[in-house]
């Protein structure tokens, strides 16, 4: 992260908060960085093994790989991938899993 503040990206970026929101962080311009889409993809991926217990970081990563926007260019994930995803998100409760499941 502190390469990816200091330097500057040409072409296509996403901003990512070094210290996620759910654990503390704070919108303020020293927790953001640019990063590609393939590093900021990795970025949650590896969250989500940090922290296997925040369910906010498990779901940032499921809408990642499944969630698509007119303003952001996102990473197909492969077959595995999506399990794996689903898989992190498929231990919430039955009230927030209906909320989610058209995701």
Do not use: F
């Not at 993809?41 to 369910?55: C, F, G, K």
């Amino acid at each position: 992260m502190d390469k990816a503040k200091n330097r500057v990206l040409t072409g296509y970026s996403e901003k990512h908060h070094v210290i996620p929101r759910c654990i503390g962080g704070t919108d303020d311009d020293e927790n953001l960085a640019n990063l590609t889409a393939k590093e900021h993809y990795m970025s949650h991926r590896l969250l989500t093994e940090i922290y296997p217990n925040n369910q906010k970081l498990k779901y940032a990563y499921w809408m990642m790989c499944t969630m698509k926007t007119s303003n952001q260019q996102r990473h197909i994930v492969s077959s595995r991938i999506y399990e794996y995803a689903k898989s992190l998100i498929s231990t919430r409760s039955d009230v927030t899993k209906k909320k989610y499941q058209n995701h």
